[in-house]
């Protein structure tokens, strides 16, 4: 009984941290979407993608893992933002205001970053090939 048990442990185990963990709050993620305010909020794992975030107020939130594929959020307020390991390919963040934002190992592929504030954000390992940037000081490869 006992070596049944192990056994089945150290099987289960090592599948519960292989699987990606979608921790998002779905109450948050509602708030977001019916009122475009969600300051603090907890939508880490979300899946996002085509959502009109345009002017959304994203101060704080957790979006670490979130799926924002061609999501608009055009003069979002992501300040102090952790977008580690997001997926923003095609998204469109002109004006976005990213300050103090984490966005480490995020997917901007063929994202449109015009005239956004990245004052003091993290961008390591960022993918952006492709991406379009105009008036914003994010450096892509070189010397």
Not at 38 to 59: F, M, N, P, V, Y
Not at 113 to 122: E, L, P, Q, R, W
Request: aromatic share 4%.
């Amino acid at each position: 009984m006992k070596r049944t048990l192990l056994a089945g442990a150290a099987v289960a185990l090592p599948l519960a941290f292989a699987m990606p963990a979608l921790a998002e709050n779905p109450a948050h993620v509602q708030q977001l979407l019916e009122t475009n305010l969600c300051q603090s909020c907890d939508l880490s794992g979300a899946d996002l993608t085509q959502a009109h975030l345009i002017g959304a107020d994203l101060r704080d939130a957790n979006l670490a893992g979130a799926t924002l594929v061609e999501a608009n959020l055009e003069g979002a307020d992501l300040s102090r933002a952790d977008l580690t390991g997001a997926n923003l390919t095609q998204a469109f963040l002109t004006n976005a205001l990213l300050t103090d934002a984490t966005l480490d190992w995020a997917n901007l592929t063929d994202a449109t970053i015009y005239f956004a504030d990245v004052t003091g954000a993290s961008l390591l390992n960022a993918e952006l090939t492709g991406a379009e940037i105009v008036g914003t000081p994010i450096s892509v490869g070189g010397d």
